[in-house]
């Protein structure tokens, strides 16, 4: 039990630090982003890493981020007082079902491209098969962050144009 609970912290903490360092370039980069453009960036960024947390968890995949995702969100309550935003503790308590959707999403995802590991020995015996089957999982999500990761940069540009 307790060893669930260092990989349910050691999860939230990196994607607190994913999210933290992706909106930190992305602001300084371009500073004169809106907030609802950061925000959207956000729920890539949370996505995305509820995507990878899937792929390595792949035993009780949904219970694992549902903890992480109750954890983000009640650890995000400092961002209330670190953004200076009209009315921030309410979009902190609706913040939650986006949260909980973002790690839907990302879950559901990552069951399409890493099935339960009792699903994945039934594939095949061998080590070598196995190895490329999990190698072409990795592809597609390099693949498909980085296509998500252009059409929002793409949709930002559009925006500020």
């Known amino acids: 039990m307790q060893n669930k609970t260092k990989v349910i912290i050691r999860h939230v903490v990196l994607v607190h ?4 360092i992706g909106g930190f370039f992305l602001g300084l980069t371009n500073p004169s982003l809106e907030i ?3 925000g959207l960036f956000n729920i890539v960024f949370l996505i995305l890493s509820f995507l990878t947390i899937g792929s390595i968890v792949a035993e009780l995949r949904f219970r694992h981020l549902r903890a992480v995702a109750n954890i983000i969100w009640l650890s995000s309550i400092f961002n209330v007082f670190i953004i200076p935003v009209d009315n921030a503790f309410i979009y902190w308590l609706f913040s939650i079902i986006i949260i909980h959707i973002t790690a839907f999403i990302g879950g559901v995802i990552s069951l399409l491209l890493v099935p339960p590991k009792n699903n994945t020995q039934n594939v095949s015996s061998s080590n070598s098969s196995q190895k490329k ?17 252009d059409l929002i940069v793409e949709a930002i540009k559009g925006g500020l144009a």
Not at 137 to 142: D, E, H, L
């Open 133 to 149: 089957y999990l190698s072409v999982n990795q592809w597609i999500i390099g693949i498909a962050s980085g296509v998500i990761t």
């Open 17 to 20: 630090i994913f999210t933290g």
């Open 36 to 38: 609802y453009q950061l």
